[in-house]
């Protein structure tokens, strides 16, 4: 099956800085790659995603980039502010379809200095 | 996004009970995902439950210990039996909300296993 790898596991960085978060999976029929943020004792939520037929996805101030060759994909968060802080997980979703089982990864906690 | 209602939000049971976990859904969906988040982990994929048919559980996730209905195109549960303090996680319920991975969580269930 997929397996997920993401780092760093924390990443503290000063208001108005950017913050990267790497993911690496292993299943190269995943075609689907999602990240969601998820506040201290709230629901996981969808931010940005892409597939695998793009390399590059923006929204305002956070992007997300693909390297189906390397397969690796970041995470990119530009001038972050301090409600930015949260956990956010990478996750990927195999090939099969019909299956469509998403493997998150161990996620990041980001922490942003006002 | 759909509208997914999760009962009940926590709970604080005793070592050797069973308990269920309902998840109703504001509109018809084909495939529902139980995921499990244990205490500051990643979200671990439990079973998917299809309507019509038998649920189709992860590697380390069996039937007897988490028992799936889906009587219909809008409704889940999950029960957790027998439950023992390992079991102290948040148990989420998602469907996909747009598109084919694009998952949608609901608010989650905390059990606390005494």
């Known amino acids: 099956g997929e397996n997920v790898e993401q780092h760093p596991s924390t990443l503290s960085v000063q208001e108005g800085d950017s913050a990267v978060i790497k993911c690496t999976y292993s299943?190269?029929?995943?075609?689907?790659f999602p990240w969601y943020k998820q506040e201290l004792g709230k629901r996981p939520q969808l931010i940005i995603d892409i597939r695998s037929n793009v390399g590059e996805k923006k929204d305002q101030r956070i992007a997300v980039t693909l390297n189906k060759t390397a397969k690796h994909f970041s995470l990119h968060i530009t001038e972050t502010q301090p409600e930015d802080s949260a956990v956010y997980f990478c996750a990927a979703m195999e090939g099969d379809t019909g299956r469509r089982a998403l493997t998150f990864g161990s996620g990041t906690r980001l922490q942003v200095q006002p | 996004s759909a509208v997914i209602s999760q009962k009940p939000s926590r709970d604080i049971c005793q070592r050797g009970t069973s308990l269920t976990i309902q998840c109703q859904v504001d509109s018809q969906v084909t495939m529902m995902f139980w995921y499990r988040q244990q205490p500051g982990q990643s979200l671990t994929l439990i079973a998917t439950?299809?309507?019509?048919?038998?649920?189709?559980?992860e590697s380390g996730f069996v039937i007897d210990k988490f028992p799936i209905s889906r009587p219909n195109l809008t409704f889940s549960t999950l029960t957790v039996s027998n439950m023992s303090p390992e079991d102290s996680s948040i148990y989420l319920c998602s469907v996909e909300d747009r598109a084919p991975g694009e998952l949608f969580f609901g608010e989650g269930s905390r059990l606390t296993v005494l």
């Open positions: 299943d190269s029929a995943s075609n689907y």
């Open positions: 439950a299809n309507q019509g048919s038998e649920a189709t559980y």
